[in-house]
């Protein structure tokens, strides 16, 4: 196949119509600075650089950047083009927002809903929450207002990061900590937690949610707009048995909690996924204290434990594949219409 041009190259990027399979054809894909950095960028056997197209090019360091670009470009265009889905506004984390190699949760429903989102993959609940922005002015309610009064429902998701991610003082997993060594008994899932730290971070993520409703809440228009939280699905741990298929080329085999629980002897399988099942749970309970009654409090808890029960729908330790995903999607829709039609 005869190499494109640079400038076509972009031109690609930036059509939104293109899909992105067209547009890694003529890409590769590396892991950035951080485990959810990940650059996306002109494959030079498919595409003719010069010198200063590579100095532009290392500038840009294309990624999440490009997929949101690209996301809300199509947006723009098919609400030009007249169409009537719903609208819906989105802040989420990697499980809304992958650039282009993994089709998640908002890809999967593009075809029923008008999704503007303002998602990114690694972000944080302290960014989205408590970020620079000046109070009021955060992304979310910025784009939730930016699509009024057309928009019928928000999805928010903010807290693997904050568990699993990495602390921004010690550099080290914050899952780490979560965790105590291995004491011995591998029936004892309980007894490898710390509780005294996963009640803290838990508490923050409570106040973290408790804000997002919120100031949602109090934005004339928005007393009753359906809000979407969720969870995550059970995880497993890498390596689960000796021919474990996922090997992402933007992260190491066990970058999230593998390695954490190696780090603290936690080497047995039903063990490891135990801890983490627990850890989701938990965090279930948190979620479950704001969707209450939905029908009375407009926020909707969708539960995605169980919908990726084999290892080979993970794409890696804690994102699925597309096919994953399309399984955790199926259970967002009966819950969004649901909602939708409450109100």
Known sequence: MPKIS????????????????????????????????????????????????VELENAMQMGNGLARYRRQA????????????????????SWGQFPLLIKEIIDQLYDDYL???????????????????????????????????????FIFSAAGNDIIGEDTVTGEAVLLNILTPFNGDPDDVEGH?????????????RGAYSTVIENVRKEPGFSRLPI???????????????????NPA?????????????????????LRRGVCAYLIDRLYEMLEEFAGDSSQTQVWLVDCRGAM???????????GTSAGFAKVASRFRPVIAQALATV
């Open 6 to 53: 640079y400038d076509d190259y972009l031109r690609i990027a930036r059509n939104p119509d293109v899909s992105d399979e067209e547009l890694l054809r003529y890409s590769t894909v590396r892991r950035g600075e951080g485990a959810f950095s990940i650059v996306v960028e002109p494959d030079p056997e498919m595409v003719e650089m010069t010198a200063e197209d």
């Open 74 to 93: 199509h947006f723009r265009t098919r609400k030009a083009l007249g169409s009537s889905l719903p609208v819906l506004v989105s802040e989420c984390d």
């Open 193 to 205: 937690i710390n509780h005294s730290l996963l009640r803290d971070k838990l508490d923050f993520l």
């Open 115 to 153: 999704i503007w989102s303002v998602g990114a993959a690694g972000d944080t609940a302290q960014n989205m929450v408590f970020g620079p922005q000046q109070p009021g002015r955060t992304e979310y309610m910025l784009a939730l207002r930016q699509q009024m009064p057309a928009v019928k429902g």
């Open 250 to 270: 933007y992260a190491d085999n066990n970058e999230w909690l593998g390695a954490p629980l190696d780090a603290r002897g936690i080497m047995h399988p039903a």
């Open 309 to 319: 029960p084999d290892v080979s729908d993970w794409n890696d330790e804690i994102h």
């Open 228 to 246: 979407f939280i969720h969870g995550y699905d059970y995880v497993f741990p890498y390596p689960w048995g000796s021919s474990d298929p996922r």
